[in-house]
């Protein structure tokens, strides 16, 4: 059922990766850290999750409910291209072969992560730029789009 998350589609799949071991959170100081719809200047080396338009697939005949599937970026960056696009890839294959009816618990509220589905492979979007100055950083951004079904259990 649409509509009824506590949390931000974004902070779920933030969790989620956590649990994969895909990143650390970033109360850790562990590395990659993965933040959910802000991204920090630093460092460098960075998983960053927003929100994106998703999809609303119609209803249940049986009861109505509206079938959603959550619009999700993942955005990687990192000051070597190679570690990056490697670390962005990993990402895809992962979420790929095992998110995958994961259960992901915040605080009191959990929930069914029930796929996370690909719209396209990795995309390489060029050096940072910087949103107060306007110049390119020495930071390369990487992004992968998906869609995620999920519902809140508790």
């Known amino acids: 059922m649409s509509g009824n998350l506590v949390h931000a589609p974004s902070d779920i799949v933030r969790n989620l990766m956590v649990d994969l071991s895909l990143g650390t959170t970033p109360s850790t100081s ?15 080396s960075v998983i960053t999750v927003f929100d994106t338009q998703g999809m609303v ?5 049986v009861d109505g409910q509206v ?24 990402i895809a294959v992962t979420l790929d072969q095992t998110a995958y009816q994961n259960t992901v ?8 992560v029930h796929s996370v589905s690909r719209t396209g492979s990795v995309l390489a ?29 508790t």
């Open 105 to 112: 618990t915040i605080s009191s509220t959990t929930y069914t």
């Open 125 to 153: 979007l060029g050096k940072e730029v910087s949103g107060i100055t306007g110049i390119s950083t020495n930071r390369n951004i990487f992004t992968l789009n998906v869609v995620v079904d999920m519902r809140q259990i």
């Open 57 to 61: 697939e119609g209803r249940f005949h």
């Open 67 to 90: 079938q959603e599937h959550y619009g999700i970026q993942i955005r990687v960056r990192d000051a070597n291209p190679v570690d990056g696009y490697t670390k962005a890839q990993t």
């Open 30 to 44: 562990g590395s990659w850290p993965i933040y959910a719809t802000r991204e920090p200047n630093s460092p460098d």
